[in-house]
């Protein structure tokens, strides 16, 4: 497991940091329950502490919210909605998890496939997929345009590469992130923004970027006291009273799987 990319979310201290993640916009929930062809088996995959299985169980039959770290998955269980009966919450890789039989009208994959092997995710999917099957895929939960955004970026040009050793490249990593998209034929995209503002403290907004496998407490070692000093510093000036204010920003992309 721990030769595996993005091993750092059976971490403890990470798990522990992700409850100061700011939750998606309520729009997105909606646009998935749009785009589902069917509303009875829903797959999530990385599901983490189950973000879309917990909201929308209520809205299906049953729903797989698959992970490989056996940490998230007990998080998903504890927080509200986890304990759901239709909620079938499985440790493994979204690569090859049992399925229990269940064909999937809507796979959703938030803030996660880019950890996986397309090569092995897309076929095991297409096995265990209904007819008119819809794959969706969410991204961002940062903050969007807030105001101190133009010295973040000055603060990861920094840390980025001191914490994995190579610069930091945004318009790599977005190209990255975008690579699944070469197994879909793609129907359509959409941004959609919170319809209210997220107010974390400054250290519930530090402890977040804990939650992120850069900036896992792990990765930082004896660095991360500096670290947290240097980000607290950096946003102080932009609070008010101690608190942050911004909108989240968060795509969906939807698709068929092509043909394997």
């Known amino acids: 497991m721990d030769q595996r ?42 599901c983490g502490p189950g973000k879309i299985s917990r909201p929308l169980a209520g809205a299906f039959t049953t729903v797989t ?20 009966l239709n909620i079938r919450w499985v ?8 399925t229990g039989g269940e064909s999937f009208d809507l ?22 997929a209904t007819a008119g099957h819809v794959m969706a895929v969410i991204s961002g939960d940062d903050p969007f345009e807030p105001p101190w955004q133009s010295d973040w970026h000055s603060f990861l040009r920094k840390w ?10 945004h318009d790599k990593r977005s190209e990255g992130m975008r690579s699944y998209q070469s197994y879909l034929n793609l129907c359509g995209s959409e941004q959609f923004v919170s319809e209210r503002p997220f107010e974390p403290s400054v250290a519930d907004f530090i ?17 991360i006291a500096s670290f947290d000093a240097e980000l607290s510093e950096l946003l102080r000036s932009y ?9 989240v920003r968060t795509g969906i992309v939807w698709g068929e799987i092509k043909p394997i």
């Open 5 to 46: 990319r993005g091993s750092s979310f059976s971490e403890i201290d990470v798990v522990a940091n992700y409850r100061y993640r700011p939750p998606y916009p309520d729009a997105v929930f909606r646009k998935l329950l749009a785009i589902a062809p069917r509303s009875q088996h829903l797959l999530d995959i990385g």
């Open 65 to 84: 919210a698959v992970d490989l770290s056996e940490q998230m998955i007990a998080l998903g269980r504890s927080l509200p909605g986890g304990n759901a």
């Open 91 to 98: 440790e493994s890789f979204g690569e090859d998890f049992p």
């Open 107 to 128: 796979t959703v994959a938030a803030a996660s496939i880019h950890w996986m092997d397309h090569g092995r995710l897309f076929p095991h999917l297409l096995a265990n």
């Open 160 to 169: 980025v590469p001191e914490v994995k050793g190579q610069p930091f490249d």
């Open 207 to 223: 402890s977040c970027q804990h939650s992120r496998d850069t900036f896992a407490p792990s990765k930082l070692g004896d660095q």
């Open 239 to 247: 609070s008010t009273d101690d608190r942050l204010s911004f909108i």
